[in-house]
């Protein structure tokens, strides 16, 4: 039996033990921070935060409520807790634990679940984190992928997964999930935060958390990629080849460790190597935009203005709310010297994303 799989035996353990004693739930909390210490070891496991763990004025406020019997009751009176009682907002950033969700009454999708999976474990539930897998997030940082994952609650009812979510601008037609462990879940809190720094271009802070995430839980492609963005971004190159290499073996065809590796190799001056990358992630018809606007800026780059504008158009196929997809579209239209169609694509960077820097500069420079 796998250590991934003891929790929810213990868990069943204690359910059967609630008939013949008081209930006892299981430490969950307890039981990652064992985790933690197998793979960083016990001091440095003290120092790694538990996402969904509650403090003393949770518990209090929670020991107000009444006991329910009904599993979906208890659901509903968790749900009603968080958005009735602390009406709880959405922010995008930063990602929060359960404590300071709780405390400032705002998060973001994951900050939200951190909650969600604290509260609902407190009142006797089995809640997991579940990873939608047919919805990925990529954001970009000097020409390479920072990937996220989109984590939601999970339950299972009468046998069917039930689950929870809290993004609240996108509609949801989710239909592969993949139920996760609380070390990967706590993996994929650590690598919100590192992307988050990374993006916020405090380089050494990203790098600090991201080891975190590829610590305990050492075959998590997406913080093993972004850590190679964080070293190759600050001046570290060859390293950042060897997390690639190491997270290729992970996940063969993952489009963004061969789409950064593609870039690194160019800076590195290694072009063959480069342009093999990017034949292989054409030709396994990848979904990653970032895939193409790196292909068009490439395009660009060599005059060729007509494939460049057809890879910018297969970009905004694959996903219109990204900013840099109509910032690619941009820099081909005024490259083509089509004024008129950069304006239109500019104003719908800006308004999908008012603070976008290289947005901003486009505006100056067309004076909108």
């Not at 304006?343 to 308004?351: E, F, Q, S």
């Amino acid at each position: 039996m796998s250590r991934k799989q003891l929790p929810s035996v213990l868990l069943l353990a204690a359910l059967a033990a609630a008939g013949c004693s008081s209930y006892q739930p299981f430490d969950s909390a307890g039981y990652l921070r064992q985790q933690y210490a197998h793979e960083v070891g016990a001091q440095e496991a003290q120092r790694v935060e538990i996402p969904f763990e509650l403090n003393a004025e949770i518990r209090g406020a929670l020991g107000k409520m009444p006991p329910l019997a009904s599993e979906l009751r208890r659901i509903n009176q968790v749900n009603d807790f968080i958005f009735d009682g602390l009406q709880l907002q959405y922010s995008l950033t930063p990602t929060r634990n359960a404590v300071d969700t709780y405390r400032t009454r705002e998060g973001n999708c994951l900050s939200f679940v951190n909650l969600f999976v604290g509260v609902a474990r407190d009142r006797g539930l089995n809640p997991s984190y579940v990873e939608v897998v047919d919805l990925q997030k990529w954001n970009h940082r000097d020409g390479m992928v920072v990937s996220q994952g989109h984590i939601v609650a999970g339950m299972y009812l009468d046998g069917v997964l039930r689950t929870f979510d809290f993004i609240p601008y996108r509609k949801k037609a989710y239909k592969d999930f993949k139920p996760i462990d609380d070390l990967t879940a706590a993996a994929h809190y650590y690598n919100n935060l590192g992307a988050e720094a990374l993006l916020g271009g405090n380089l050494k802070r990203a790098e600090e958390l991201l080891t975190v995430a590829t610590r305990i839980a050492p075959r998590f492609d997406k913080a093993i990629n972004n850590l190679g963005v964080a070293l190759a971004r600050g001046g570290q190159p060859e390293k950042a080849l060897e997390l690639y290499q190491r997270g290729l073996a992970i996940a063969p065809e993952s489009s963004t460790l061969l789409t950064n590796m593609a870039r690194v190799y160019q800076e590195l001056g290694r072009g063959e190597e480069a342009s093999a990358l990017l034949v292989k992630i054409e030709g396994a018809n990848t979904s990653n935009p970032f895939f193409f606007i790196y292909q068009g800026e490439v395009a660009l780059s060599r005059g060729e203005q007509g494939k460049a504008l057809d890879y910018m158009t297969r970009a905004l196929r694959l996903d219109s709310e990204l900013p840099e997809v109509h910032l690619g579209l941009v820099k081909v239209y005024l490259a083509m010297g089509d004024v008129e169609k950069a304006r239109h694509y500019l104003g719908r960077a800006l308004k999908l994303d008012a603070t976008n820097q290289d947005a901003l500069q486009y505006a100056r420079m067309l004076g909108q």
